[in-house]
């Protein structure tokens, strides 16, 4: 989707100081900071990536945002899952086009939009309704129509039972995950990967045992610590500031027998 910016696009300004900022492109308004208006008719028609400058002279590019600049940027009513961790659930999940993915608890849809994004189906079940509102807000706005046709989400406990079988993946942001347990054992396919995301150690534990007694097998427990680095010639060296734990993601194979 890359190319020339157009009206109902969302785009990302970033100013000369590295300062991100969101916005939707429409004919005839303005991006606003203190340096001054950005005329969106200025950006309309021009290529991502393009210079452009507000009426005092401030400096900005303008490209079309990254998955991960979403999640960061967009409407919450939860607190997101963050792109560091969204990158491995991918992976430990072994999300392909097709699969067919239960989701629950959906928050803001930042895991949603990941998963639709590979070109999974996903079947998601939200307590709270306003967050199920959020999360199918967002994904429409990032990902649009085709996404939502793959997007089947209920207002449901998940704790009381999944109305599915044959399952690929189960993929859980619960305070209480291990409830969940047997009714994932009973939806999952032979070999289906369940993965839940846990803030705290004490969740790990009961989860794990509640994975051991339901028959999955090689279950891993990791988290995923983020630190950029400073390189400017000739200074060198790590940031001063790193995304550190934000949550442990555990992650198992259901067995045949």
């Given at each position: 989707m890359s190319g020339v910016l157009r009206p109902g696009d969302e785009v990302l300004f970033i100013d000369a100081r590295g300062r991100r900022y969101l916005?939707?492109?429409a004919n005839g308004k303005e991006?606003?900071?203190?340096?001054g208006p950005v005329p969106h008719d200025d950006v309309i028609g021009r290529s991502e990536g393009s210079e452009v400058r507000s009426v005092k002279g401030a400096r900005?590019?303008?490209?079309?945002?990254?998955?991960?600049?979403v999640v960061l940027s967009m409407p919450r009513g939860a607190q997101v899952i963050y792109p560091k961790d969204l990158g491995a659930i991918l992976m430990l999940g072994d999300i392909?086009?097709?699969?067919?993915?239960?989701?629950?608890?959906?928050?803001?849809?930042?895991?949603?939009m990941a998963l639709l994004r590979a070109g999974a189906s996903v079947l998601g079940y939200e307590l709270r309704a306003d967050f199920l509102a959020r999360a199918r807000s967002n994904v429409a706005r990032f990902a649009g129509d085709d996404a939502l046709a793959r997007y089947d989400t209920h207002e449901r406990d998940a704790y009381e039972g999944i109305d599915a079988t044959g399952l690929d993946r189960v993929?859980?942001?619960?305070?209480?995950?291990?409830?969940?347990?047997p009714h994932a054992a009973g939806a999952l396919a032979p070999g289906g990967i369940l993965v839940a995301y846990t803030p705290s150690v004490?969740?790990?534990?009961t989860l794990r045992d509640a994975l051991e007694s339901a028959g999955f097998l090689v279950a891993e427990t990791l988290e995923v610590l983020h630190r950029s680095w400073h390189?400017?010639?000739p200074a060198v060296r790590p940031m001063h500031r790193m995304q550190g734990h934000t949550g442990f993601l555990?992650?198992?194979?259901l067995a045949a027998d």
């Open positions: 916005v939707e492109l991006f606003h900071t203190h340096a900005y590019r303008v490209w079309r945002p990254t998955l991960g600049d392909f086009p097709g699969a067919r993915v239960f989701e629950s608890g959906l928050g803001s849809g930042a895991l949603s993929l859980l942001d619960l305070p209480e995950p291990w409830q969940v347990v004490v969740q790990v534990v390189v400017e010639h555990t992650h198992a194979r």
